[in-house]
């Protein structure tokens, strides 16, 4: 709804319909309408961070973050490709959305840094893992900004984009990974 309508246009009471509760009890979880989707942005970031911790030596960085080893199947957990392409692109107009996409990142960093320290036997603080935590959040930001300002093909179906993202997301993993390793 946000991103078919905007920021603007979208009401509390629309927001709460969507997930079946009161617009009161939307303002009760969320000071304002672009917070609102800020569990879509940062649904996956402990997965992800459980990744970088379990990341064995020798093992990619990509492999460490896009499968799970117990199921095979994806790791990293969010919103569809197309969603968060919408909304990332949303962030150019939307100041307020911005912030938010911006916030989660920063969040992600310290969870990250953790992550990072665990599988060094560092610790927490330690500001190398710090340093480490800020490229690889830095390059993941940079890959889905970059696929979501190129603008999805409308006509392009649901596996395209997903294998667009991937794509990019591989790139930024590999580019993180010569810092990381």
């Known amino acids: 709804m946000v991103v078919a309508q905007?920021?603007?246009?979208t009401t509390g009471e629309q927001i709460g319909q969507a997930v079946g509760v009161s617009a009161?009890?939307?303002w009760r979880y969320f000071p304002s309408k672009e917070n609102c989707v800020s569990p879509l942005l940062?649904?996956?970031?402990?997965r992800m961070a459980d990744g970088?911790?379990?990341?064995?030596?020798?093992?990619?960085?990509e492999e460490a973050l896009t499968r799970d080893p117990a199921t095979g199947g994806r790791l990293?957990?969010?919103?569809?490709?197309?969603?968060l392409g919408a909304?990332?692109?949303?962030?150019?107009?939307?100041?307020?959305?911005r912030a938010v996409w911006l916030q989660t990142?920063?969040?992600?960093?310290?969870?990250?840094?953790?992550?990072?320290?665990?599988?060094?036997?560092?610790?927490?603080?330690?500001?190398?893992?710090?340093?480490?935590?800020?490229?690889?959040?830095?390059?993941?930001?940079?890959a889905v900004e970059q696929h979501a300002w190129?603008?999805?093909?409308?006509?392009?179906?649901k596996a395209a984009t997903e294998a667009e993202l991937a794509a990019a997301v591989r790139l930024a993993f590999a580019v993180a990974e010569e810092g990381l390793s």
């Open 42 to 46: 940062s649904a996956g970031i402990e």
């Open 87 to 97: 909304l990332v692109r949303l962030t150019r107009t939307e100041p307020g959305l």
């Open 150 to 157: 190129r603008g999805a093909d409308p006509r392009a179906d």
């Open 6 to 9: 905007g920021v603007t246009a």
């Open 105 to 142: 990142y920063y969040e992600a960093e310290p969870a990250f840094a953790r992550a990072l320290a665990d599988r060094a036997g560092l610790p927490p603080d330690d500001l190398r893992c710090t340093i480490r935590a800020a490229m690889f959040n830095a390059a993941l930001r940079a």
């Open 76 to 83: 990293l957990a969010g919103p569809e490709p197309a969603t």
């Open 52 to 61: 970088l911790r379990e990341w064995r030596p020798g093992q990619s960085l």
């Open 24 to 26: 009161r009890t939307v």
